[in-house]
């Protein structure tokens, strides 16, 4: 994805969800470079009410529903049948023309409502679950430290203390109250294409 792209993404979703003052949505994004540093995007985003909330880096394994719900079934399911051709017919490879078809079956059977809905439990999205990954499963590095330091720009985190003890659900918590709000603040409700504040 590059930032015209994600400009263009970012009023698609605009005209589908139709966000508004009464109606916020939050937006969660992974880090890529198109999201966090898309002024425009970011722009456009502010100006149609949606909170846009970027995953902290090396987090997405636990945080990102994609990650957790889709990418894994849709591996199994497009390399089962690749490798079950390669037993039955050894010698013969996998045709390029093949692909489609083995990449529209993997996708039909991963990518479901139900594996949706699980995957943002997973992560502890939706339903908001702030407790469900224990701390030492974050336990940060001098690196992860730095870098989560550098996400956020002097005087924005003044009040966003990160120690050695940090992890990826505190600094996503953390950054909500150093923007104002608390968790107990946050009303989220699903739509089919968001979530609303």
């Known amino acids: 994805m590059d930032s015209d792209l994600f400009v263009s993404w970012i009023q698609h979703f ?13 937006l969660i994004l992974d880090g890529h470079v198109s999201h966090t540093s898309n002024l425009k995007a970011i722009q456009i985003a502010k100006a149609n009410n949606i909170v846009a909330l ?10 990102q529903p994609l990650d957790v719900g889709f990418f894994k079934p849709f591996q199994t399911y497009y390399d089962q049948p690749i490798e079950s051709r390669l037993r039955q017919r050894p010698g013969f490879g996998i045709l390029p023309s093949d692909i489609p078809s083995l ?5 039909s059977r991963s990518a479901s409502i139900e594996t949706a809905v ?12 702030v ?25 924005v985190n003044d009040t966003m203390p990160v120690s050695s003890e940090s992890s ?10 150093a ?11 699903a739509s089919p294409l968001g979530l609303r504040l």
Do not use: M
């Open 103 to 107: 990449v529209n079956t993997a996708f």
């Open 131 to 155: 407790n469900i990954f224990p701390d030492a499963e974050y336990a940060a590095t001098d690196i992860a430290c730095r870098e989560t330091e550098s996400l956020f720009p002097i005087g």
């Open 54 to 63: 970027s995953l902290p880096p090396h987090c997405t394994h636990k945080l």
């Open 118 to 129: 699980s995957a943002f439990r997973k992560c502890g999205i939706w339903p908001l679950d």
């Open 179 to 189: 923007l104002g709000s608390t968790s107990k603040d946050l009303q989220v409700s």
């Open 14 to 26: 605009i005209r589908h969800v139709k966000p508004g003052e009464t109606n916020p949505n939050l």
């Open 168 to 177: 990826c659900a505190s600094v996503i918590l953390t950054s909500s109250v």
